[in-house]
């Protein structure tokens, strides 16, 4: 990256550098690596699009399927020969600059939130999400964490819930009694 594109030489300010033009003559720690995920992804899709119905005709049902992967699988491809081709960026790690511990913490935090949604539910699920990475990411106590968690998520219960009326997975909360007990409160006890 060019020291005077953001006006610091090492890019350690907290803004980004993925506005076209950051990098251009080198690669990233990971960069290779991801282009060869892309480049794998690509493939299993093509397959998986071949397997729809084969290459038989045009119009066949798989055909816009196995055009659409056949351009990514290309385009990933033509991606990975150009990134393995750059040097790596001196003085950066992987670690560090491109994947730092808070963004594994998070990562892991939502995939947690993910595998407990359908046995909890989404409010519990959502809870033991939000106040920890609130507590977590804001550094503040665990009042403040508690306050911000339940006051978003009930904010977020309600508008999504009671207004728009979307279904969340209910889980171990009888999410459906105390819905109908606020519409009740909220009807003049008419039901």
């Not at 003085?91 to 939130?113: N, W």
């Not at 979307?166 to 171990?172: A, D, N, T």
Request: charged letters at 15%; hydrophobic letters at 55%; glycine letters at 14%.
């Amino acid at each position: 990256m060019k020291a005077d594109f953001r006006g610091d030489a090492d890019h350690h300010d907290g803004t980004s550098d993925a506005t076209p033009g950051g990098y251009e003559d080198s690669r990233r720690p990971g960069e290779a690596g991801f282009a060869a995920l892309l480049a794998i992804g690509s493939g299993v899709l093509l397959w998986t699009a071949h397997g729809i119905s084969g290459f038989e005709a045009l119009s066949g049902p798989g055909s816009v399927p196995m055009a659409v992967t056949a351009a990514m699988l290309v385009s990933a491809l033509a991606i990975l020969a150009r990134t393995i081709r750059l040097p790596r960026v001196a003085g950066e790690t992987l670690r560090r600059d491109v994947l730092p511990g808070v963004v594994i913490v998070m990562a892991l935090a939502l995939a947690g939130f993910g595998l407990l949604l359908v046995p909890l539910g989404f409010v519990p699920a959502a809870f033991l999400f939000l106040v920890p990475a609130i507590r977590f990411l804001s550094g503040r106590g665990w009042g403040f964490s508690l306050a911000v968690g339940t006051g978003s998520l009930a904010a977020i219960w309600l508008i999504f819930r009671i207004v728009f009326t979307v279904l969340l997975p209910s889980g171990i909360l009888p999410e459906a009694e105390l819905v109908q007990a606020l519409r009740g409160l909220f009807s003049g006890g008419e039901q």
